[in-house]
């Protein structure tokens, strides 16, 4: 699963110079309006993208019978045509389709914060597709408080929920829906 969209922040990376040179060209409060607008633009054009194909949707003839959105990822399950759906914030240019099949593991994970278990910084889980591995955030303390237990059992539950839609989805025989 494609996490992030190399091209796409290297081309907005690659901008800058070019942004640089014209902007010597103009007065400093024009500059500073142009270098404003394109770091806005850096900075919530992900985010845009994200919100826009999230809500566009998955393609035609994919049956939604399970949605899920986690922090930085959005999944739908198709258990009819056994099919995994997912966009991603950070590659928000398009949604990536997997089939069932191809999802080999999914492990919920916790980070706990020190010796004390009845805290924890993140809940995240690590889904295998394809022998490839990757990890999803669930949940995270950020900079604010830290997760406590009954939270992080409901993102635990929540990881449970998906697992089992998904491995159930892969035994069903003849596309019935769960």
Wanted: net charge positive; glycine share 8%; aromatic share 16%.
């Amino acid at each position: 699963m494609k996490q992030f969209s190399w091209k796409y922040y290297l081309i907005l990376l690659l901008l800058l110079p070019a942004l640089l040179k014209v902007m010597s060209y103009m007065s400093f409060l024009a500059a500073a309006a142009l270098f404003l607008g394109y770091l806005t633009w850096v900075l919530a054009s992900g985010c845009i993208f994200y919100i826009y194909n999230r809500r566009k949707g998955v393609r035609k003839g994919f049956c939604v019978n399970y949605e899920w959105e986690v922090l930085t990822m959005h999944f739908w399950i198709d258990t009819v045509h056994k099919e995994l759906a997912v966009i991603c914030l950070l590659n928000p240019f398009c949604v990536q389709y997997f089939a069932l099949d191809s999802v080999e593991k999914i492990e919920g994970a916790v980070t706990h914060a020190g010796k004390r278990k009845e805290y924890a910084y993140g809940v995240y889980f690590d889904i295998t597709i394809n022998g490839k591995k990757t990890s999803v955030g669930v949940a995270s303390s950020g900079r604010g408080p830290l997760i406590n237990t009954d939270y992080r059992d409901r993102c635990l539950e929540e990881i449970r929920q998906f697992r089992d839609v998904i491995y159930r989805a892969k035994e069903m025989k003849g596309g019935r829906e769960i």
